[in-house]
């Protein structure tokens, strides 16, 4: 059955207009959504029966999945145009745990306008004008509610975007291996990286054909950004090298091949073109205390740059894009390290250098944004909290409402439109990360235990903790068995470490809406939380059990804590990245980069006076630091390398002066984490990859 089988119905002072899609409220039109009216029109077609919830969904959203929350939208937004009350309903009654009903009374339905009309014998002068008086009311009114919902509304500014408007539609475009993508503002190509080899290229792809062509060919690259000009004439990727220090860069080739020129160095993934492609704008990140990121503006050939605004540190910059008029320049602003949602959409004007927050509405991470070709709206993909998922929000720029378009089970990281936004491509995240077990002596074989995230401890029993893939912790034998869950919560629980007397498991947990140091006992029983104020992740603690060493998320500094909570002490001065404290409590080992060349060392100091007394260089020419493991003699330390192909172990003696020696190799794939047994030869660790999935998109209603 058409949702406008019947054409009219009246209740009160409402009119529905089933063809024109039309609310009236005396004879004036009332604002709705599409959707919103469309569930109108499926209640009140059922008038005095109760619609059960999945049917609504069905007939609302068909063939395609949706949670009950936009049904339950739907039907606050509705009850808000009828001036409507859930408690003390007059229209539109919740029948618990089942549905909905409409209780007004309905006139009775109008199949068709001329039945109300007085019969021409009755009174022959006025019939003509009485015919044609509803239908100019209704014609007036339909013009006037589309001028009111261009205006005003933020869902006329959705339908300017064909692809909201269009039943969901997607396909396949690649599955793994394809890391960064973009469409063509004509939407007949797309530009993507691959991976193959350990190598990255740059190619091109006619949607039509399928026909592939290589414009960039591989090399030991890292590709962070892709955009396309408005013309469509160049392509502009960011890349880095897998080496030490790895020095990005802003490059534009044309479309169909050609030598890459070098236009910008050091900056962060995100590049936009204004309309004219004559100016470009990106971020740089300093990581200083006065100038951790900024946002800059040059000329299309990477001169003349402006400095726009600079945030300190810890607050970074990500996604930015010009405005389709080029007045103004959208951007993301927060930080999350102390894992809570303090991400905001912001806009920049160019004339005034003003900036506001384009939606009240705060994220854990922004990861990418475009407009929609009305200037009015934008798509972003962005996750709410820590363990969220990526999806893809629909905002109104005019009055910062902000919805989810995308509600299914998949992580959205990115996402590229066409000219006349009536095509897609978003790349899809998924990973492959497993906990590990093996033996020193037989480092080659390591054993998958069960799927995790980051974060493993060993206790003195030899049993593991860990990070699981679903942000919990849990515990396992190191043969895979009595494995069982230790948290359960919205919030996400990480970093678990075990005390030397086996009674204590510390973790961090953003419960309290920051990340901070949180203990519990060995059987998950009186979770309490030790820190406060600085909070971050727990490293260390002591023989005695009295004190936990922790790492600041905000700062990467070293602090400490009673085990049982209390005043909070900062340990080190300056920055330790993932530092590791000696059995003995005695040296602090840790990641840093050189002042002048921004080279990553590893550097000892003492614990007591914080003084370096070793800085040992990398025996490989790592971009990332790893992870770092301190022996029992402790004297000597094992650490991770990773330089983009390969994640290698390395052998480190303080009384040496001999280079690292090397133990073994890891895998190609990403270690998150590596720890070890008290017994020197048991280890575990985290590896996997992250897999990029591509999907050509052209309908999300």
Not at 313 to 320: D, G, N, Y
Not at 425 to 450: C, E, M, W
Not at 681 to 691: E, L
Request: glycine share 6%; hydrophobic share 40%; aromatic share 10%.
């Amino acid at each position: 059955m058409s949702l406008a089988e019947k054409e009219f119905y009246r209740f009160g002072e409402f009119t529905v207009d089933g063809v024109q899609k039309v609310l009236l409220h005396k004879s004036k039109p009332v604002a709705l959504a599409p959707k919103v009216f469309d569930t109108l029109l499926i209640l009140v077609g059922s008038s005095g029966k109760i619609v059960e919830k999945e049917e609504l969904m069905n007939r609302l959203w068909p063939d395609t999945f949706v949670e009950e929350s936009n049904l339950t939208f739907n039907i606050k937004q509705l009850r808000k145009a009828l001036g409507d009350s859930a408690r003390q309903p007059r229209f539109v009654e919740t029948v618990a745990r089942r549905g909905y009903r409409f209780i007004a009374n309905l006139d009775e339905p109008i199949e068709n306008i001329e039945t109300t009309l007085t019969p021409e014998v009755a009174r022959p002068r006025f019939s003509r004008i009485y015919l044609f008086v509803p239908i100019a009311v209704l014609l007036v009114a339909s013009v006037i509610l589309a001028l009111w919902l261009t205006g005003h509304r933020y869902t006329a500014s959705a339908m300017s975007a064909p692809l909201l408007s269009t039943p969901f539609r997607s396909e396949k475009f690649a599955t793994g291996g394809i890391i960064r993508t973009v469409i063509t503002p004509d939407g007949r190509y797309v530009g993507y990286t691959t991976e193959t080899g350990g190598k990255q290229s740059l190619w091109l792809r006619q949607l039509d054909s399928s026909e592939n062509i290589q414009i960039v060919p591989p090399s030991d690259h890292q590709y962070i950004g892709l955009a396309v000009s408005h013309d469509g004439k160049a392509l502009y990727f960011v890349r880095k090298p897998l080496t030490n220090p790895p020095i990005s860069a802003l490059y534009r080739v044309m479309t169909f091949g050609g030598i890459p020129v070098k236009l910008v160095d050091w900056l962060e993934g995100t590049v936009s073109l204004s309309p004219d492609d004559k100016h470009i704008v990106f971020i740089r990140c300093k990581y200083e205390d006065h100038d951790n990121c900024s946002l800059l503006l040059a000329d299309d050939d990477g001169k003349n740059e402006r400095k726009l605004l600079t945030r300190e540190r810890p607050i970074r910059l990500s996604s930015t894009q010009f405005s389709p008029d080029g007045k103004s320049i959208a951007f993301a602003s927060g930080e999350s390290l102390n894992g809570g949602s303090d991400f905001h959409l912001m806009s920049f004007e160019l004339a005034s250098g003003a900036e506001r927050q384009i939606t009240s509405k705060s994220f854990f991470d922004i990861s990418s944004l475009k407009w929609l070709p009305d200037g009015k709206s934008l798509l972003l993909t962005a996750k709410e909290n820590h363990d969220g998922r990526l999806k893809i929000y629909y905002v109104s720029a005019i009055t910062g409402e902000i919805r989810p378009i995308t509600r299914d089970a998949t992580d959205y990281i990115d996402f590229s439109l066409d000219r006349a936004a009536d095509k897609m491509i978003a790349t899809q995240l998924i990973n492959t990360f497993h906990l590990y077990v093996g033996k020193i002596n037989d480092v080659s074989h390591p054993r998958s235990v069960a799927l995790a995230r980051c974060g493993v401890t060993f206790d003195p029993s030899g049993r593991i903790f860990y990070e699981g893939n679903d942000g919990d912790l849990w515990t396992v034998n190191v043969d895979g068995g009595e494995q069982r869950q230790l948290t359960n919560n919205a919030s996400s629980d990480i970093y678990p470490l075990a005390s030397p007397d086996s009674r204590y498991i510390f973790f961090a947990s953003n419960r309290s809406g920051s990340v901070q140091v949180w203990r519990m006992n060995a059987d998950s029983t009186n979770q309490i939380q030790i820190t406060k104020t600085e909070g971050g992740f727990p490293v260390f603690v002591t023989s005695d059990g009295r004190w936990v060493y922790f790492r600041s998320s905000l700062h990467q500094t070293l602090w400490r804590v009673l085990n049982e909570g209390g005043q909070e002490t900062q340990v080190s001065a300056g920055e330790t990245w993932d530092p590791a404290i000696s059995r003995d409590a005695k040296y602090v080992a840790y990641f840093l980069r050189d002042a002048n060349d921004h080279r990553l060392r590893i550097g000892v100091m003492t614990a007591d006076t914080q003084t370096r007394i070793k800085t040992f260089p990398l025996a490989d020419d790592t971009f990332a630091e790893g992870q770092i493991a301190w022996l029992s003699d402790n004297r000597s330390f094992y650490y991770l390398t990773m330089n983009g192909s390969q994640s290698m172990l390395w052998y480190q003696s303080l009384d040496s002066n001999l280079p690292s020696k090397q133990i073994a190799t890891l895998g190609n794939d990403e270690v998150t984490s590596f720890v070890l047994a008290p017994d020197d030869n048991t280890f575990s660790f985290i590896r996997g990859r992250w897999i990029y999935e591509a999907v050509l998109i052209e309908g999300l209603k």
